[in-house]
């Protein structure tokens, strides 16, 4: 089955960085044909998709408010997703949640997500 550890979140000051991870099981990364990437849903907002990575050919999808700012990348050997997020901002605060959507073509859609992590929260405050 599908299963993901996330981690990296914490308390980070305006302009900083954090570098979430998600160590997923269940599925190949470099054979299946998945999306997989990162949602956040913040207090009283509902959750949105932040960046997504696809099997086939790495192509990569950013929200725009995060463009510039976050990276996303995977280690297929570590079995591992990684979004590296620098220059946060109050706004950037959320539960950050991995996800992957077993598709083909590949969808960073919420409704398009086959399985979810438990999420990690992301602080940026001063």
């Known amino acids: 089955q599908v299963q993901f550890v996330e981690s990296g979140g914490g308390l980070v000051q305006p302009g900083g960085s954090l570098r979430l991870s998600c160590a997923a099981s269940?599925?190949?990364?470099?054979?299946?044909?998945?999306?997989i990437g990162w949602f956040r849903q913040a207090p009283g907002k509902e959750r949105e998709a932040v960046s997504c990575?696809?099997?086939?050919?790495?192509?990569?999808y950013y929200t725009d408010s995060v463009k510039g700012r976050f990276t996303i990348s995977r280690d297929n050997a570590k079995h591992t997703v990684y979004l590296q997020m620098n220059s946060l901002k109050p706004e950037d605060t959320a539960v950050y949640y991995c996800a992957v959507g077993l598709s083909n073509p590949p969808s960073c859609s919420r409704g398009g997500m086959d399985y979810w992590g438990k999420g990690t929260l992301v602080t940026v405050s001063s």
């Open positions: 990575i696809a099997s086939s050919d790495s192509s990569t």
């Open positions: 269940g599925f190949t990364l470099d054979l299946d044909y998945y999306a």
